[in-house]
């Protein structure tokens, strides 16, 4: 490189990932550009309008103590967080799976998956929703703690900075989480709530991901216990106004440098320079950024090609539909209820309260959020909207009869967007980390990877987003 040549960076992606990598990478001088596909910045981070002036989080939403860099990113740029709401007693409805419930649909562009089977009776569940203090489901204690203590064991046997060294890692790289269940779980209690724990966790149906995996990304996220938490974990808190603003206020230093819908569709490079190539031109610069999930990395075409593909054929997308229900207020706390629900039956398969203004609502408006997850997500996807609308209104009037008619039914259908293609995050799937995870965050010569899914802290999450932007900058500045 020249003395006195001003370095330059093209970054793919205006994701928190990419955006943090070129804020960071300007601070030190270099010239950069951000290519985005969307037409708006923020990927897996979106608002939209629930009402008039009213702004939620149809993507990332929550966060908590231990997001530290993203706490940080959020306090630079004068944001602050509002506790996530839990006040009052959980509704569950718990009855399982009838075989007359209407099947999940295999998505065209995978295997058919085998039926459910149906669950067998629970105790203490009938058809009405049970209320309970706390979160605990109204299930076997018994068999949900020993569910909960063998996923620790294996959470804790992971290493989580090396997934693919940790012991046995062929062998759990190589098992479903559905097999794993098939294996341990004999209580039906642990069999029916395991794929409500993943649908909440990761948005995955269990034949989607390898026992390694799950125990890696419980593990990278601070544990179960941390993960599951509101109070003094994962869920703590939100942030004010909403998880969009992050992305929207990063972009704003970066003006015109940010370049919405541009798809980028090839990467060449040579000894001297990178050239990212959309449909409107090609971007020539000393290194380039791919801050974006596995599976649509490798839709990018490369030359030189990359020694192996980021994705496999067993890498799958998380399934997330986030449904947003609006009331004039957030009637249910009145109620004694928090607006927390776990229900074994769709569409949604639990609730939260999201209410703008957290414990001191804004007037005037109540939101509940309900999160169709993993298979029921393919079902409901398939759906038409009025029929959507329907379900969701229906299921949250029986879970809370308080409520009147919605004022507004909101479906974010993250499934098929196709410039995510994993909510809330890839699922590594068979053999994926032992074939993957050693090259995860090699760059391929002038390429770097970012994103957060090349993050082995908080994997998944937005402040593995951030970790992974913080990362690639030191890389590229130690490579200068
Ligand atoms: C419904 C939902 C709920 C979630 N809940 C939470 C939560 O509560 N807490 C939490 O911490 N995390 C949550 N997440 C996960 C979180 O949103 C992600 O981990 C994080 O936003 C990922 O950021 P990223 O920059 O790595 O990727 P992305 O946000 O996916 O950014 C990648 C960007 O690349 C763009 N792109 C793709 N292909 C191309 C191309 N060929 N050319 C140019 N640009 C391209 C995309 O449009 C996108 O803007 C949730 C996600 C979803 C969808």
Known sequence: MNEGHRRSAVVVGAGLAGLTAATGLAAHGYAVTVLEARDRVGGRTHGIEAA?????????????????????????????????????????????????????????????????????????????????????????????????????????????????????????????????????????????????????????????????????????????????????????DRIDGGAHQLCERLAEPLGARVRLGEPVRAVHQDDRSVTVHTDRGAHRADVAVLALPPLLADAIAYEPALPAPRAGDRTARGCAIKVHLVYPSPLWREHGLSGWSVNARGPLLSTVDDSPGGATPAAGIGVLTGFVTGA???????????????????????????????????????????????????????????????????????VHWAGTETSTAFFGLMEGAVRSGHRVVAEILARA
């Not at 506790?83 to 959980?90: D, F, K, Q, R, Y």
């Not at 479903?176 to 794929?195: K, M, N």
């Not at 879970?399 to 293609?421: C, I, K, Q």
């Open 52 to 236: 008039p002036g009213v702004r939620v989080d149809a993507g990332a939403a929550y966060l908590g103590d231990r997001h530290t860099e993203l706490l940080a990113l959020a306090a630079d740029l004068d944001l602050k967080t509002t506790p996530t709401t839990m006040l009052g007693a959980s509704r569950f409805a718990l009855t399982p799976d009838t075989p007359d419930s209407p099947a999940s649909p295999d998505s065209p562009d995978r295997p058919a998956r085998p039926a459910r089977p149906a669950l067998p009776d629970t105790p203490g569940a009938g058809d009405e929703p049970a209320t309970r203090d706390g979160r605990f489901p109204p299930l076997d204690a018994v068999a949900l703690g020993d569910l909960f203590e063998r996923l620790t064991e294996l959470t804790d046997a992971v290493r989580p900075e090396a997934p693919w060294l940790t012991p046995d890692a062929e062998r759990l790289d190589a098992l479903t989480a559905a097999d794993w269940a098939e294996q341990h779980l004999t209580h039906p209690d642990a069999r029916l709530f395991f794929p409500l724990f993943l649908g909440e966790m990761c948005a995955a149906d269990p034949a989607d991901l390898s026992v390694l995996h799950l125990a890696f990304y419980l593990r990278s996220g601070g544990g179960l216990r941390y993960l599951n938490a509101f109070a003094g974990g994962a869920q703590q």
């Open 376 to 446: 029921e997500a393919h079902r409901f996807g398939a759906l038409t909207p009025e029929r959507q609308r329907a379900e969701a209104a229906g299921q949250a009037a029986r879970l809370f009869p308080m409520l009147p008619e919605p004022l507004g039914v909101h479906v974010t259908d993250w499934l098929d967007d196709p410039y995510s293609r994993g909510c809330y995050a890839a699922l590594l799937g068979p053999g994926d980390w032992i074939r993957t995870g050693p090259t995860l965050t090699r760059p391929h010569r002038r």
